[in-house]
């Protein structure tokens, strides 16, 4: 078992940034990759970005792939996302997941564990 917490969501202006944080507790969480997610209401669980395991390898959603950056520090068993030039059409849960898979990419299938969410308001 994996357990998530994901951090420092809230409420930002238009235009802004934000870094979300992902506690790890549990088995080794350098055994799996961490992807993000998030979900606004009425809407489907959208793909945001996958690390892999090591680090060394990461994908982004194309449609934010400009304004974010993930990275994971396995020695801290955390992992973390910023995203800049925040819209309001970035307004929604925001979660982390970890996968057994060296490469789930953006199949919510493929990830066994999940935090809870935190919450991301931009507004306008």
């Known amino acids: 078992q994996v357990q998530l917490v994901e951090s420092g969501g809230g409420l930002v202006q238009a235009g802004g940034s934000l870094t979300l944080s992902c506690a790890a507790s549990?088995?080794?969480?350098?055994?799996?990759?961490v992807g993000w997610f998030r979900q606004a209401p009425g809407k489907d669980r959208e793909f945001v970005a996958v690390?892999?395991?090591?680090?060394?390898?990461?994908y982004y959603a194309h449609s934010i792939k400009d304004r974010t950056t993930v990275s994971r520090d396995n020695a801290k068993n955390t992992a973390s996302l910023q995203m800049n030039s925040l819209k309001p059409e970035d307004t929604a849960v925001y979660y982390c997941?970890?996968?057994?898979?060296?490469?789930?990419?953006?199949?919510?299938?493929?990830?066994?564990?999940w935090g809870q969410g935190t919450q991301v308001t931009v507004s306008s």
């Open positions: 997941a970890a996968s057994s898979f060296a490469l789930p990419r953006g199949l919510p299938e493929n990830y066994q564990f």
């Open positions: 549990g088995r080794t969480f350098s055994s799996y990759s």
């Open positions: 690390i892999n395991r090591g680090g060394d390898t990461i």
